[in-house]
């Protein structure tokens, strides 16, 4: 089946930096992204789509600006968790389907990022 | 997307078939019902889902209720790595999305 992956599959940094999560669809084109963010213990929380070529959609509660998202092809996305603080401390999540518009396909997800802010 | 219901936890004992069940009683016409499970430190992976019809595939089956209100999940014989989160989620024809909710956590006892 078809592959996503992320990189890297943890991270830590230090409070105030900015870190930057990558998201790659290996045997597939996706026009379309998605970021979640999963706390423990607790579901996934669907935080954007990323559209190639154009700008990302956030999710309600979202803050754009802290967390950036570039989707410049159609096998990359990126996540940039921009001045990081402990409390964006998660398992970031990121998926993608080589058919987005049809929903009888399945998604495809990336092993997840584990992100510590300290 | 529509909201779904699922126990938040259910026991099985290991080679032992498994009927996890989920509520979704605001289905509309168009959406599909998916099943995802999340193994600890893991994304999600793809399980099964159908539309009206029992599906059947290599991991699992789907049985869906007549009126499409319930569907259950069906591992025929449990193993120790089928412990994990199962999530049922209603996928809308027009929208790209996954919702997650809580889902089931399934622990399998040897």
């Known amino acids: 089946g078809a592959v996503v992956s992320q990189h890297p599959s943890r991270v830590i940094c230090k409070s105030g930096t900015s870190v930057k999560i990558e998201c790659r669809s290996l045997d597939f084109q996706a026009t379309t992204m998605f970021w979640y963010r999963q706390f423990p213990k607790q579901s996934l929380m669907l935080m954007a789509t990323s559209n190639e070529g154009s700008k990302a959609t956030y999710e309600q509660g979202v803050e754009k600006d802290k967390f950036l998202i570039n989707h410049a092809s159609l096998t990359l996305s990126t996540l940039t968790v921009t001045s990081a603080h402990p409390e964006d401390s998660s398992f970031y999540i990121c998926?993608?389907?080589?058919?987005?518009?049809?929903?009888?396909?399945?998604?495809?997800f990336g092993q997840g990022t584990r992100l510590t802010v300290v | 997307d529509a909201k779904t219901t699922q126990p938040n936890s259910m026991e099985s004992n290991e080679e032992e078939p498994v009927h996890l069940p989920c509520n979704h009683s605001?289905?509309?016409?168009?959406?599909?019902i998916h099943w995802y499970r999340q193994l600890p430190s893991q994304g999600p992976e793809y399980v099964i889902h159908g539309l009206t019809s029992n599906v059947n595939n290599r991991m699992a089956s789907l049985a869906i209720a007549e009126d499409r209100k319930s569907s259950t999940l069906i591992l025929h014989r449990a193993t120790l790595r089928d412990a994990a989160v199962y999530y049922c989620?209603?996928?809308?024809?027009?929208?790209?999305?996954?919702?997650f909710g809580s889902g089931t956590k399934l622990n399998v006892k040897p």
């Open positions: 998926s993608a389907r080589d058919r987005p518009l049809a929903p009888n396909t399945e998604a495809f």
């Open positions: 605001t289905i509309s016409g168009t959406d599909y």
């Open positions: 989620i209603l996928r809308d024809y027009n929208f790209n999305k996954f919702y």
